[in-house]
């Protein structure tokens, strides 16, 4: 199941350059698949039609590149060994846990058929959660 998820994640091609990484912290940068721009998108639409399990992946990916900027924030402050490795740690955790979130939200899109150039939700979903509002 795994494979198939990763097959199917490489269908998502960003239609906006993405050029997102954050500032390195002890020679490790976040790398980001999404920019801010398009998790907005996202976030917006899950929001809107009442599906918010994109939504929730994409806030946690917003709080892990806050979490990495602070770290590189206070990377360039540091005033001795134990707290460069304090944020060096922390900053590795949050570039993988980034890592997996990203890879994540592009699997649940692709899951749910989110258009890969637009990153539009399916018309279908949309139409479904507009029903089940209508029949509450």
Known sequence: MASANRTSASR???????NNNQ????????ETKFSNTQLRRINLQSIL???SCPSQVGVQ???????????ANCADRE????QRQVHERIAEAAIAAHR???DCLQDVLNLEGW???TLEMPEGLRTLLEQEIEDR
Not at 23 to 30: D, P, T
């Open 61 to 71: 990916i917003d709080s892990l590149r806050k979490l990495y900027e602070y770290q």
């Open 49 to 51: 039609y009442l599906c």
């Open 100 to 102: 997996l979130m990203e």
């Open 79 to 82: 005033r001795s060994e134990l």
């Open 12 to 18: 998502i091609c960003l239609a906006e350059k993405n």
């Open 23 to 30: 500032e390195a912290v002890g020679g490790m940068s976040l």
């Open 115 to 117: 258009d890969p150039a």
